[in-house]
Each structure stands twice: as C-alpha cells, then as structure tokens.
C-alpha cells in the first residue's frame, strides 16, 4: 500500500485496479468472510428463466393452481422471486389469487 511520510494512507491507494473478471465462467466464487461461498450462475436465477420453469409448472399442475411455497422449493429459489414472477403475471391477468398462497391461471 502507498503510505506518505506521516504514515497514513494515500487515497488512490485503496482504489481497486488492473482487477480482471472472467465472464465466461459458469459458477461464480465469493469469499466472504475467510468462507467460500459458491453461487448459481446468473442465468439460473434471471426470472426468465424462472419465469419459464413456472410456467412449465402452472401447465402440469392440476386445475391450474399452485401453491408457491411448493414453487419456492421447486425452483430452488427464495419465496420473494416467486413473487416477482406472480406479480407481473397478476398485473396483465393471467393468473389470479385463490388464497394466500395458491394462484390459478385465468
């Protein structure tokens, strides 16, 4: 690190630099915390992606309804991204809330 005649820091030095990403790679690494932290590749979590998986769902589900707290598991996602998904479809009436948790395609 660049440090001046008093000892202290030079703010240019904490700027990150020459830092290279290989974008090509399928699974990112993280390290957190003296932890490595493996991530599914961005692909596998976009919501068309989801959004595609949960409609491949709602086709197979019988009377068209889902649960999704059974969605969440499903696709392997946190509950909060299926609501995005439900959100948007609710929006332009495609599907409808039965309950709380169950949607229905209209």
């Known amino acids: ?54 409609m491949d769902l709602i086709k197979t589900a019988p009377d068209v309804v889902l649960d999704l707290n059974e969605v969440a598991t499903t696709l392997g996602v946190r509950k909060r991204r299926v609501y995005d998904i439900t959100n948007v479809l609710d929006g332009i009436r495609l599907i409808r809330k039965r309950s709380k948790n169950l949607i229905q395609w209209v």
């Open 1 to 54: 690190m660049a440090e001046d005649s008093l000892g202290q820091l030079h703010p240019d030095a904490l700027r990150l630099q020459n830092i290279k990403f290989n974008l090509e790679d399928d699974v990112q690494f993280v390290a957190m915390r003296k932890t490595l932290k493996v991530t599914k590749p961005r692909f596998d979590v976009s919501l068309v992606y989801l959004t595609r998986k949960f």
